[in-house]
């Protein structure tokens, strides 16, 4: 099963930009579809963005409403990592952002990294 490793969160004013990487090791990253899922405080997980397999750089793409126009989601098959560009944050975007990686019916996650949007 593939390792998820996050990295490029942090604090950020309202405005601004970070760009999220998760880097996977331990199998074969192509053909995995991958994810972000974002958990704020007393909230639940929800789906930020996702990338099918499919090329070197991905499938079908697809965003939450409340992210369209501001996130990017990519990948490169060939460093094995998938990237969020994040632009206009907001305070609401405030949270711990998960990598996820989807195969049939076996989920792995990365170890979470915090993204605080506050001036």
């Known amino acids: 099963q593939v390792q998820l490793v996050e990295s490029g969160g942090g604090l950020v004013q309202p405005g601004g930009s970070l760009r999220l990487s998760c880097a996977g090791s331990?199998?074969?990253?192509?053909?995995?579809?991958m994810g972000w899922y974002r958990q704020a405080p007393g909230k639940q997980r929800e789906l930020v963005a996702r990338?099918?397999?499919?090329?070197?750089?991905?499938?079908?793409?697809k965003y939450a409403d409340s992210v369209k126009g501001r996130f990017t989601i990519s990948r490169d098959n060939a460093k094995s990592t998938v990237y969020l560009q994040m632009e206009s944050l907001k305070p609401e975007d405030t949270a711990v952002y998960y990598c996820?990686?989807?195969?049939?019916?076996?989920?792995?996650w990365g170890q979470g990294t915090q993204v605080t949007v506050s001036s």
């Open positions: 996820n990686a989807h195969y049939y019916n076996t989920d792995a």
């Open positions: 990338v099918g397999s499919g090329g070197s750089s991905g499938g079908i793409v």
């Open positions: 331990g199998t074969v990253f192509d053909p995995y579809m």
